[in-house]
C-alpha cells in the first residue's frame, strides 16, 4: 500500500488520479478549498469501500501559511509518503493579489508547488520509490518568465500568468533534482494535454469562449491520466524528467536552464523568507 498526496484532488485530474488509486487500495491524500467537494471525494470513497484510506485536508494553497500548514498536518499523520501529485491551478481572467501580498496564479500554481515538494521531502525519502508528479506544461514554446514582474502587475494577461506559471515549474524541477542536494526521489513534469474535466478559473466572455472549444476536442480523463498513472508507478529513472502529450523532452531545451533554475531559486527562498 503507497500514500499518495494530491493538490487539487478534488476536481479535475487530481480527483480522476485519487480516485485511480482508492480503487487500487492506495492511501490517498486530497487538498483542496472546498469543503463539499471534500464531502464528495470522502463519499465517493465510502462508495469503494476505501474510506479508512481517503484523507481530506481543507486548504487554499495560494497562501504561503496554508502550505506549511498542510505541510505539519501531513507530517503529523503520516510517517512517509510515495508521491506528491501536484495539479492544483485556477486560472484568471483578471489579476488578484492573495492576502499575503502574491499575485494568485504565481501563488497557486509556483509557489505552492515549491512548498509542498521541499515541505515534503523528508517523508519522500523514507518511501522505496518516491516521486514527485508536478502536472503543468514543460517546455511549452509560448510564455515567458517576467523576472522584474513575476507579479505581472504591468499589464497582467491571464494566459501570460499561466505560461509564466509553467516555465517556473519547469525551472522547480531543475532546482529540485540537482545532483548537489542528493535526493533519492525523482521529479517528473508531465502536460497530459487537454483532459474533459474542465478547467478551473473565473473568465472573462472570450475566454470562457476559448475554454468551452477546448474543451470540445479534450480527450477522455482517462486517457488523460495514463501517462500520469504510468510514471507514478514506475519513475523513470532520471532525477528529472519531462513529458508533453506523452511525448518526453529533451532537457537541453531552453525552458530548462541551470543559471534560470538557480537564479529562480534564489528568488523564491527571497520572497518567502520576506
Not at 497562501?63 to 484568471?92: G, P
Not at 509556483?110 to 515541505?119: A, C, I, K, P, V
Not at 519522500?124 to 522584474?148: D, T
Request: net charge neutral; charged share 25%.
Amino acid at each position: 500500500m503507497k500514500t499518495f498526496v494530491i493538490s487539487g484532488g478534488t476536481s479535475g485530474i487530481g480527483e480522476a488520479l485519487a480516485r485511480t488509486y482508492l480503487k487500487r487500495g492506495d492511501k490517498v491524500v486530497a487538498i483542496g478549498p472546498d469543503p463539499e467537494k471534500g464531502k464528495k471525494f470522502l463519499a465517493a470513497a465510502d462508495g469503494l469501500g476505501t474510506r479508512q484510506h481517503a484523507f481530506f485536508i481543507r486548504a487554499d494553497l495560494s497562501l504561503v501559511a496554508e502550505n506549511r500548514r498542510v505541510v505539519e498536518e501531513i507530517k503529523e499523520q503520516f510517517s512517509v509518503v510515495d508521491a506528491l501529485v501536484l495539479c492544483a491551478r485556477f486560472f484568471r481572467s483578471y489579476r488578484r493579489v492573495t492576502s499575503e501580498g502574491f499575485e494568485h496564479n504565481f501563488a497557486l500554481y509556483y509557489l505552492s508547488r515549491y512548498l509542498l515538494g521541499y515541505g515534503l521531502v523528508d517523508l519522500l525519502e523514507k518511501a522505496p520509490e518516491p516521486v514527485i508528479m508536478n502536472v503543468a506544461g514543460p517546455g511549452v514554446e509560448a510564455g515567458q518568465i517576467h523576472w522584474n514582474d513575476l507579479g505581472l502587475e504591468r499589464g497582467y494577461d491571464g494566459w501570460a500568468a499561466m505560461f509564466q506559471g509553467g516555465k517556473l515549474n519547469d525551472l522547480l524541477g531543475v532546482s529540485f533534482s540537482r545532483q548537489s542536494r542528493g535526493y533519492r526521489t525523482r521529479y517528473v513534469l508531465d502536460f497530459p494535454g487537454g483532459t474533459a474535466t474542465g478547467f478551473a478559473g473565473e473568465f472573462e466572455p472570450a475566454t470562457a469562449a476559448r475554454v468551452q472549444e477546448m474543451l470540445r476536442y479534450a480527450k477522455p480523463v482517462e486517457a488523460g491520466i495514463a501517462p500520469i498513472v504510468a510514471a507514478l508507478d514506475t519513475p523513470p529513472a532520471e532525477p528529472l524528467s519531462a513529458f508533453f502529450e506523452g511525448r518526453r523532452i529533451d532537457l537541453r531545451h531552453f525552458s530548462f536552464q541551470q543559471d534560470d533554475a538557480l537564479r529562480l531559486d534564489a528568488l523564491t527562498r527571497k520572497l518567502l523568507a520576506s
